[in-house]
């Protein structure tokens, strides 16, 4: 395990350091110290570290480092010399901050790309020239092909989380990019686990790598500075249950994750209306309404962050004290995946699991796959003593929070929702079993509707075009009779017509 030492004892440039003192960063974490010396010099690398442990300053310096080096000439033009490929917008947004801190001094171009987003500001970015670009595969592959991003000059790439990007279906996209980037280019590939896909990939686009390996703790053990409790709870007493919790002494930061997106709304209205400053992230918001919250959450103005699994994914804020997983989870990937978000980077963290009476066989195999030693949860409600104990939590504490304690946040509405163009499909509402149908909505938008409506639209199409005879009844058409395309004589004509209304009427 290396020691923590300035980034200038590992020949980091002092404007860069520079940079990284004046954000408070001055000593390296384990990965960043291995790391850091071989990326510099130019090596491929594999690194193989948890998330939270400093990756991003691991590749991201050697990346500045060449940047500050490269002559004024040669950054002047438009194309990247730099890619970092994410899996998903939360961590490519994370990682563009962190570089744009440790590039403050250098005056580094990082451009942030990924879907959900206009495409024509990320253009025009990329038109007038950039140093750095991170993003998600889906949209840096959809911009090379439209030939908007050229990747022909670049001298650096960076996978972060690959076994996330091969959870998620990116490899083949990845594939694709790393042939249109140069053979001659430095590759570092950085996963907390290394499938064989993973393998396969690196073994294939990289050239003698070097592994390394920050920590000695298996990946699938939990966050070792991490609390971990767990209760048997009600589902009816969850909500008092978790207003408590977040009344505990020293609480910070704290991120609540459910299952499903609707449980998200319904939990965060429920905090909302007893006082907490609260926030949402999930799949049916809108990017600009994701990046609002996260913004909010990473700023303080709200204190907790109600998310599902798959949009906190990349959500890397290190000040998370604690996590609470109001559902328990799928297995026990997930179970670290969440926890993770708290004690990070040396810092101590809670995580509260409950366990609902119907999750109890799924919170034992997750139980026994980690070695938590907590198989049978105790049975806990929003007035047990030990809920109490454990956690610091207030004895006088309530399921709503003190006036007093209300106002200390700004809350999510203090927080501007940045208009981002957003691209893709828009959801209008369906139609429910016996309402208007589609055909007829849109029919009526025509001033055309149905056969009880067609008069009202005619009969105001008239009225609003002036013509005098609008509401005037219409002249009956009159029916020649022919034969052959000949007219009958008249005679014959009248009987014909004759024989025909004697029909109608015996019929009726």
């Known amino acids: 395990m290396a020691h923590a030492v300035p980034f200038r004892d590992l020949g980091v440039d002092e404007i860069i350091a520079g940079a990284l003192d004046d954000a408070g960063i001055h000593t390296t974490f384990p990965i960043q110290a291995l790391t850091l010396p071989l990326a510099i010099a130019g090596q491929d690398i594999i690194g193989q570290a948890r998330t939270g442990t400093g990756k991003t300053l691991a590749f991201g310096v050697p990346m500045l480092q060449r940047l500050a080096t490269t002559d004024a000439d040669s950054r002047q033009i438009r194309q990247p010399m730099a890619l970092i490929v994410v899996p998903t917008r939360e961590l490519a947004i994370q990682v563009a901050d962190d570089l744009k801190k440790a590039g403050a001094r250098l ?10 987003r206009a495409y024509e500001p990320q253009i025009e970015a990329l038109t007038s020239g950039t140093d ?31 076994d996330k990007m091969l959870d998620l279906g990116f490899l083949p996209d990845v594939e694709r990019l790393l042939r249109l980037t140069p053979d001659d280019r430095q590759t570092m590939l950085f996963s907390a686990t290394m499938p064989g896909e993973v393998v396969t990939l690196a073994r294939r686009h990289m050239r003698r790598p070097t592994n390394i390996r920050a920590e000695e703790p298996d990946e699938s053990a939990p966050p070792p500075l991490t609390a971990q409790h767990a209760y048997r709870t009600h589902h009816l ?31 965060t209205t429920a905090l909302a209306d007893r006082g907490f400053a609260a926030a949402a992230v999930h799949g049916d918001l809108g990017q600009s309404q994701r990046e609002r919250a996260l913004r909010a959450f990473r700023g303080g103005k709200v204190d907790v962050l109600v998310a599902t699994d798959v949009a906190a994914r990349g959500i890397d804020v290190d000040d998370v004290t604690h ?119 849109r029919s009526r938008s025509r001033g055309v509707g149905d056969a009880a409506a067609l008069g009202e639209s005619v009969t105001a199409k008239g009225a609003d075009d002036g013509s005098a005879d609008a509401a005037a009844p219409r002249t009956p058409r009159r029916r020649r009779r022919t034969r052959g395309g000949l007219d009958l004589p008249a005679g014959e004509a009248a009987q014909q017509s004759a024989i025909a209304q004697e029909s109608v009427q015996q019929a009726s």
Request: proline share 5%.
């Open 107 to 116: 005056g580094a171009r990082v451009l942030t790309v990924y879907g959900g």
């Open 132 to 162: 750095i670009v991170v993003g998600t595969p889906g949209r840096l592959l959809d911009l090379a092909n439209r030939k908007n991003l050229d990747l022909s000059k670049i001298r650096a790439l960076v996978l972060d989380e690959a």
């Open 237 to 267: 007493d969850k909500i008092e249950v978790l207003a408590r919790i977040l009344q505990a002494k020293d609480r910070g930061l704290s991120m609540v994750f459910c299952q499903t997106k609707r449980a998200c709304d319904q939990v």
């Open 323 to 441: 996590v609470i997983n109001y559902e328990c989870p799928d297995d026990e990937k997930a179970y670290l995946h969440r926890i993770g978000r708290t004690g990070r980077a040396g810092r101590v963290g809670v995580a509260v699991t409950f366990v609902d009476w119907r999750d109890m066989q799924r919170w034992k195999l997750i139980n026994d796959a980690l070695a938590i030693g907590n198989p049978e949860p105790a049975e806990t409600y929003s007035t047990s003593e030990h809920l109490f104990a454990d956690l610091s939590i207030p004895p006088d504490a309530t399921g709503t929070l003190p006036r007093a304690l209300r106002g200390a946040r700004a809350g999510l509405a203090a927080e501007a929702e940045e208009d981002l163009g957003e691209t893709g499909r828009t959801r209008t509402p369906r139609e429910k079993p016996g309402g208007r149908s589609r055909g007829r909505s």
